[in-house]
């Protein structure tokens, strides 16, 4: 039992907690959605035996569907860990009364690490009422350890600002933006003057975020201005500032005043310089941003520079993901599509067969990408098909029409001498 103390004392004591780390643990943006129930026996990592949930399954990419139960064994192995960290707090529970003191308070020490693993693993789950009741349970057990004189200050404040962040992440899923808020702000308040600038953007990112779902965006943009001030007077060589630049130019290229554009794309130019610096050009944030900001040239009208971007990217995606890849075959369907939009339907043909055959080999034939684009190249076909006759028929009336004037000029010619 002594090293079960030992061993709980040392967890929430320790700095490394990698699987609820509040930048990792749970985040909105990161699309975990909660499975819907099902009377059908069926293996805990596929998903839920509705029709919808088993077509969107099977049309996945192998490698999408490798992620995603990576994802949920990941899910289920945390939550099995919370439930073993659980039954042994309670076995311990059960013995308190003739406990020592020092038994007591690592008894505490347990139950705090139980109510942090299994908070993170309903958040990473989506199962928020699970995770809201586990994250304010561990506050109020954060209290007693600290009355205990069980944890020093500086843990104790590390352990408020995981719990007030992952809350904030609970409530902005829950939809209780103001709630959502209030975590933040506590959390900005205890980083301030610590020394920490990465953590302090990340709250500031989160909270733009929150601002950004209730359509304030002058106020998202405020944050992220915030994050980005910071992100570039502590650290402007670090991958954050390039997350945070691409950030701020993603949501400056959604509002809908026209002056933001400017700023837009001198914040996607930043992003792309920052993630070369910090990650290299073959990077898939790199890549990410970069289509990203073709997409904001295509809506600007600057359909040129958007593909000829995407042409020089080619190679680098060829040789990062593979001739046969997502990423390439993204590329040339938006390549297709500019040229298809310029009336260059031969070059588009061309550019959308070969994102056709690459996605036909990734998806299959029935998948729905798959079959936007045959759709797409059987209309450049036929189109293809009627531009070549008319120009065929020109070339004969045109030939015809020289014939036929040919004699008149021959008589004329005759007629002088």
């Not at 320790?14 to 909660?34: K, L, M, Y």
């Not at 829950?174 to 003057?193: H, T, Y």
């Not at 040239?297 to 001739?323: H, M, N, P």
């Not at 098909?385 to 004969?396: A, D, N, P, S």
């Amino acid at each position: 039992m002594a090293g079960v103390h030992a061993e709980s004392r040392t967890r929430v004591g320790s700095s490394e907690r990698p699987a609820r780390s509040p930048e990792s643990v749970g985040s909105p943006s990161s699309g975990v959605t909660a499975s819907p129930c099902s009377s059908e026996p069926q293996s805990p990592l596929l998903p839920a035996q509705t029709r919808g949930a088993r077509e969107e399954f099977i049309m996945m990419a192998p490698e999408e569907k490798l992620q995603y139960l990576d994802g949920r064994a990941q899910a289920r192995q945390d939550n099995q860990e919370a439930q073993q960290h659980s039954a042994l707090a309670r076995e311990m529970l059960a013995l308190c009364s003739s406990c020592t003191s020092e038994d007591e308070l690592q008894v505490v020490v347990c139950l705090l690490d139980v109510h942090l693993t299994h908070g993170g693993a309903s958040l990473h789950t989506a199962t928020l009422e699970e995770a809201e009741f586990s994250f304010l349970e561990a506050e109020r057990v954060l209290g007693e350890l600290h009355q205990l004189c069980g944890i020093n200050q500086e843990e104790k404040r590390k352990t408020e600002l995981e719990i007030s962040t992952c809350l904030s992440r609970v409530y902005r899923s829950l939809n209780r933006p103001e709630e959502a808020l209030s975590r933040c702000e506590k959390s900005v308040l205890w980083l301030k003057d610590g020394g920490k600038p990465e953590k302090t953007c990340c709250v500031y990112r989160d909270m733009a975020a929150i601002e950004q779902d209730r359509g304030h965006l002058d106020k998202a943009i405020e944050h992220l201005t915030e994050a980005h001030a910071i992100a570039m007077s502590h650290c402007p060589e670090e991958p954050e500032g390039a997350q945070i630049s691409h950030s701020l130019a993603l949501i400056l290229s959604s509002a809908a005043e026209p002056h933001h554009n400017d700023s837009a794309g001198c914040y996607f130019e930043e992003s792309l310089s920052a993630y070369a610096n910090s990650a290299g050009p073959e990077d898939p944030a790199f890549f990410t941003a970069q289509s990203d900001f073709c997409r904001f040239l295509l809506r600007c009208g600057q359909q040129e520079r958007c593909v000829e971007i995407q042409k020089a990217s080619l190679a680098k995606k060829r040789a990062t993901f593979g001739d046969l890849s997502a990423e390439v075959a993204d590329t040339l369907l938006l390549i297709g599509s500019v040229e298809m939009s310029e009336g260059r339907l031969k070059p588009a043909h061309r550019t959308m067969s070969k994102c056709l055959e690459i996605q036909s080999l990734l998806y299959g034939p029935r998948h729905k990408k798959t079959k936007a684009t045959q759709k797409a190249v059987d209309i450049l076909a036929r189109c293809v098909m009627v531009v070549e006759r008319q120009q065929r028929q020109g070339r004969r009336e045109t030939k015809r029409h020289t014939l036929a004037v040919q004699p008149c000029n021959d008589k004329d010619e005759n007629s002088d001498v």
